[in-house]
């Protein structure tokens, strides 16, 4: 199998965003049951990378009315992915076919 060149890739995950047809229930639900640390709507994980572990981000979940059209009309949910160069990572994909 011939080698493969290294190419720029995911990082992480940056958020994954849901849709419910009544997003307060929705959000108690997840408070009680799991104990997510919801705000409105929105719930921030810390997490900490990097090679010395010092650099800090979050991954954002959250949770959208049944109706909006932020991400799609047929979408039910989404996940952004963190990536270091999205150019790389697209120009990639299209090399690849994927795009």
């Given at each position: 199998?011939?080698?493969?060149?290294?190419?720029?890739?995911?990082?992480?995950?940056?958020?994954?965003?849901?849709k419910a047809k009544d997003p307060k229930a929705m959000v108690e639900?997840?408070?009680?049951?799991?104990?997510?640390?919801?705000?409105?709507?929105?719930?921030?994980?810390?997490?900490?990378?990097?090679?010395?572990?010092?650099?800090?981000?979050?991954?954002?979940?959250?949770?959208?009315?049944?109706?909006?059209?932020?991400?799609?009309?047929?979408?039910?949910?989404?996940?952004?992915?963190?990536?270091?160069?999205?150019?790389?990572?697209?120009?990639?994909?299209?090399?690849?076919?994927?795009?």
């Amino acid at each position: 199998m011939a080698e493969r060149k290294h190419r720029a890739r995911v990082t992480g995950l940056g958020g994954i965003f849901f849709k419910a047809k009544d997003p307060k229930a929705m959000v108690e639900w997840y408070r009680r049951h799991l104990g997510i640390r919801i705000e409105d709507t929105v719930a921030l994980f810390a997490w900490r990378g990097g090679e010395d572990g010092k650099v800090e981000g979050h991954t954002v979940w959250s949770i959208f009315p049944a109706d909006t059209k932020y991400f799609g009309d047929g979408a039910p949910f989404m996940i952004n992915y963190r990536v270091k160069d999205l150019d790389a990572v697209l120009a990639s994909l299209r090399r690849e076919g994927v795009s």
